[in-house]
């Protein structure tokens, strides 16, 4: 009797496991499914504007009268940008560098150059029309790759991604297939990623277009404001010291942690719960941080305002004067620019974090200022009543003044910078200071923590 | 008769004074009175979504003022510049109120939180440098930013951080864990323009990484347990 029971509950306990194991069996099969289907999409998608694109080159090279010309342009960028989208969707096996991103986005940005240019009356010159070809000779074979990717995964039942490595090869008894794709070596792809790899690795081998992009880089390829010389650790360290003596730390005993390699590169220390970088040339601090816990406050944002600009003048930044601040609780961020015969120079920026318990300097970031620092001549320019008549009608000017503002592509435009109200909305407008034009809008947003450019 | 009349008015009088005091309870306000331990309502509620949306966690928000929310309140005290005493009076709830409330534009209106950005930023911040030092928060923040910046990378923060295979805490999910207040802080940061990475483009754990690819960049900085490279 009692036997029975036992039989019956496991039979029960093996019919349920099995039912709950088809569901979840099923369960997954629908999601891989669901995967599958979002990844043929990205890859059917990128195809599909990889083709369009390459035939609004095509027709953008063709076209003779300017309203065709920029129509084929702006399709390419927007094109060009899709496929982009696209692409960023498709599995891929690397987190590298992509090639077939960086050729889709300078092709993208090449035609709308040209676009404005036309737009704006302009012309293109030969050679423009010579990258113009460039890019489309270079553009059909990744579309015809791309194509024969699809076609492959028809006929030969291409996969996504090359099959994780399989318990012999993580046992090291075998070459990882991850790598040997990434080196780009020419054995015909087993899967659509490596297939991309290879396209990534035939662009790769191809010379760079000869443009120059307007792409914003966030970093110089040598620092323009670092002094003279250059200085060894210890040298290092008694600036280090230095700094922190000035800031409230007397005899601080910094360690030394380590070295940076970019083209700012410099000497890292540590001090209690900070950390700060003195550069290698010039010894100038460049970064510093410090972690210690904040008690609750004592002051206010003005008094933090008035602790910056004594540290400032403590720390010899004379020239710089407070622009902006954000809240952040316990201490608050204040952004100081450099000024030159009244003259705002935005890219020469240095960042002050005032802890609101002691009024203590807790961050300090002049990476921006030493980057882009330099004597500046200055251009002649339109008279500010000029430039006022330049400004749309109903533009309530609350403030001006003169500025040089960074534009993409680390270039950087003298101009007027008007503050002022339209329709309830408040805007910085900015207009070449040579010849007026509008270089740049930003409008003011007030959020909880101060004010907000976008 | 009279009895009946007398008797009809007790129920009204009786009816009033619950409904008027039950409402006082239901609609009490976030502010109204002082929230600490043990406290129950829909105030409790509201403060604990606060929280969470600046990055404290509490648990699950379910109107009561336990101990995670206690230590919740003391974390956002002591991060705030407040004196830390776990309990919700009048200057903790305004500083809650006023960081969570909405972007305006010059005339007042409202424009929303203006934070999309940031708010994707510092979950993959929370993903992939807990536990690291500020500064290399605001580094990992800043490498996405800077891979923007880059023409061999996708153009949004999103295309960026949902590139398949770019970051491992997507492919395991903890890309959806709520984010810390110190990762919000950090994407904040980043997004205003501080850069501590030195113009990096990726960045890996040396002492877990083999991948050849990544080694093979020319390294930049070492912060925390990140290298950041080229």
Known sequence: MHRKLWIGAIALALLISLGWGWNEYRLAGEYRLAAENNNRRALNDFASHLDQLETDLAKGNVASNPAQKILYLSQVSSKSEAALKDFAQIPAQQTGLSYVGQFLTQSGEFARILAQRVAGGGAITSEEETTLRDMHERLMPVNQQVQDLILRMDTEKLVWTDPDPSWRQRLG????????????SEAPSKSVSSGLDQLDAGLQKLPPFSYTGEYSTRVVAKPLGLPAGEVTKDQALEKARDFLSKIGYADATPEFSGESQTELACYIFNYKESYLEVSRQGGAIVLYRDQRAIEPKTLKVEDASNKAKAILQALGWQQVAITSSEEFGSYVQFDAVYEKDGVRIYPDKVRLMIALDNGQLVGFDATPYYAFHHERTFPAKLTMEQAVRKLRPNFQVLESRLAVIPKSGNKEVYSYEFRGRY??????????????????????IKTPRGEYLK | MKVHIRHWRMVITIGLLLSITLSGFAYAALGDRLLGRGSKGSEVTELQKKLVQLGYTVGTVDGKYGSKTEAAIRRFQKEHGLRVDGLAGTQTIKELKRLTGQSTNASGKAVGYKNIDTNLLARAVNAEARGEPYIGQVAVAAVILNRIADPAFPKTVADIVYQPRAFSSVDDGQINLPPSASAIRAAQEAVTGSDPSGGALFFFNPAKTSNKYIWSRPQIKQIGNHMFTK
């Open chain 1, 173 to 184: 008894l075998g070459t990882q297939v991850a790598e040997a794709a990434a080196d780009g």
């Open chain 1, 423 to 444: 329709q309830g909305e408040e805007y910085l407008i900015y207009l070449n200071a040579t010849n007026g034009a509008e270089e740049k809008i930003q409008r003011i």
